[in-house]
T-cell receptor, first 112, second 115 residues
Framework: QKEVEQNSGPLSVPEGAIASLNCTYSDRVSQSFFWYRQYSGKSPELIMSIYSNGDKEDGRFTAQLNKASQYVSLLIRDSQPSDSATYLCAVNSVYSGYALNFGKGTSLLVTP | DAGVTQSPTHLIKTRGQQVTLRCSPKSGHDTVSWYQQALGQGPQFIFQYYEEEERQRGNFPDRFSGHQFPNYSSELNVNALLLGDSALYLC??????????????FGSGTRLTVV
């Protein structure tokens, strides 16, 4: 089983700060990377997808991928209390086929 | 545009019973995947259906089975329920041959409690 690792947190940041969420993966041939946000008791919601090394920005969110170091990160700028949720990193590779391999998620708490 | 719909939202079953969960994919999607999410864990892949066939299966016992209908909707069946089957069951839909190009859209899930 190829692993996807995340710090479970909780990660606490003040409102307006930058939240940095990290994810490492063990499968070197991983190809597709996703960040999902999951509020308590709700289903995961896709925030970002990234496939190439470098940064990808969408509004307040930036995904960063470094395949050589096998990590992917998510930056949330100007964090809001409504960003408080669990953030799941998901990875797909030729070995996982059509399945997404999820990490356990990082709990983020944005304090007013 | 309807998203992924799942039913029922909550379910309580007794050990040894059987359960059927249902999923309708997002409009325009033809592929349905099922995931199990235990409390405090990430979702675990159960299987995926495409063109009414099980295309890929995760590391789950044969007690877990599924079906996809011509209208792309899907069912997940679990037989001989165990306490450890208590979880949030998520249905995810996507499109065809390259489902990870745009990520998966998840339904709101079915919370199954086995007592």
């Amino acid at each position: 089983q190829k692993e996807v690792e995340q710090n479970s947190g909780p990660l606490s940041v003040p409102e307006g700060a930058i939240a940095s969420l990290n994810c490492t993966y063990s499968d070197r041939v991983s190809q597709s990377f996703f960040w999902y946000r999951q509020y308590s008791g709700k289903s995961p919601e896709l925030i970002m997808s990234i496939y190439s090394n470098g940064d990808k920005e969408d509004g307040r969110f930036t995904a960063q991928l470094n395949k050589a170091s096998q990590y992917v990160s998510l930056l949330i700028r100007d964090s809001q209390p409504s960003d408080s949720a669990t953030y799941l990193c998901a990875v797909n590779s030729v070995y996982s086929g059509y399945a997404l391999n999820f990490g356990k998620g990082t709990s983020l708490l944005v304090t007013p | 545009d309807a998203g992924v719909t799942q039913s029922p939202t909550h379910l309580i079953k007794t050990r040894g019973q059987q359960v059927t969960l249902r999923c309708s994919p997002k409009s325009g999607h033809d592929t349905v995947s099922w995931y199990q999410q235990a409390l405090g864990q990430g979702p675990q892949f159960i299987f995926q259906y495409y063109e009414e066939e099980e295309r890929q299966r995760g590391n789950f016992p044969d007690r877990f089975s599924g079906h996809q209908f011509p209208n792309y909707s899907s069912e997940l069946n679990v037989n001989a329920l165990l306490l450890g089957d208590s979880a949030l069951y998520l249905c995810a839909s996507s499109s065809g041959e390259n489902p990870w190009s745009y990520g998966y859209t998840f339904g709101s899930g079915t919370r199954l409690t086995v007592v």
